[in-house]
């Protein structure tokens, strides 16, 4: 019931194209929704988050889109750049239950110039 | 800030050796996570400590793997005897005094590889 399932494992996208990861939970104790990106040698970095009040939350050219009925929420990169090319992994924590992130097994997004 | 600082940066090792991974925290922030990262289990949170205690470690793979916090500016890893299986690479993570679901900032990471 910790796990957060993510899709697809691996992405390749065209430059200025919209690349879509989903995500999907079955702890309904979650309430806070981060995604990390990680480029090749670093660690993850906070990208953008959400909570489950709110359906959709955006910033620049990612987008969080939050299906609480459906307990899946997916990341979207509009305009996707070569610079986005990373491992992409979303994540989710029960703030009531401590510190334990749960994270999903990641996607690595190529995209080509 | 120069965040988080992990050493060795790079580690290779023969199996039944011990090893010790290093990490230095944000300075003010009371949380401090182990990851370790496969590419077979992805991210695996290990043990976290709060204000140098150990809170929660449920994710500690055996009793080869053990963690201190001795200062609210060190921790270490420590595996002992190593194995071929532990070559992942771990991730030091710290964030700060407030909810649960502040950011955690992540260092660069150690990568382990055992022989």
């Known amino acids: 019931q910790q796990q957060v399932k993510q899709s697809p494992q691996s992405l390749i996208v065209q430059k200025g194209g919209i690349s879509i990861i989903n995500c999907a939970y079955e702890n309904t104790a979650f309430d806070y929704f981060p995604w990390y990106q990680q480029f090749p040698g670093k660690g993850p970095a906070l990208l953008i988050a959400i909570r489950p009040d709110v359906s959709e939350k955006k910033e620049g050219r990612f987008t969080i889109s939050f299906n609480k009925s459906a307990k899946q929420f997916s990341l979207h990169i509009m305009d996707s750049q070569p610079g986005d090319s990373a491992t992409y992994f979303c994540?989710?924590?029960?703030?009531?239950?401590?510190?334990?992130?749960?994270f999903g097994e990641g996607t690595q997004l190529t995209v080509n110039p | 800030d120069a965040g988080v600082i992990q050493s060795p940066r790079h580690e290779v090792t023969e199996m039944g050796q011990e090893v010790t991974l290093r990490c230095k925290p944000i300075?003010?922030?009371?949380?401090l996570f182990w990851y370790r990262q496969t590419m077979m289990r992805g991210l695996e949170l290990l043990i976290y400590?709060?204000?140098?205690?150990?809170?929660?470690d449920s994710g500690m793979p055996e009793d080869r793997f053990s963690a201190k916090m001795p200062n609210a500016s060190f921790s270490t890893l420590k595996i002992q005897p190593s194995e071929p299986r532990d070559s992942a690479v771990y991730f030091c993570?710290?964030?700060?005094?407030?909810?649960?679901?502040?950011?955690?900032?992540f260092g660069p990471g150690t990568r382990l590889t055992v022989l």
């Open positions: 994540a989710a924590i029960a703030e009531t239950s401590g510190s334990r992130l749960t």
């Open positions: 300075s003010g922030h009371d949380y």
């Open positions: 400590f709060n204000n140098n205690v150990p809170i929660d």
């Open positions: 993570a710290s964030r700060g005094t407030g909810a649960p679901t502040d950011t955690q900032y």
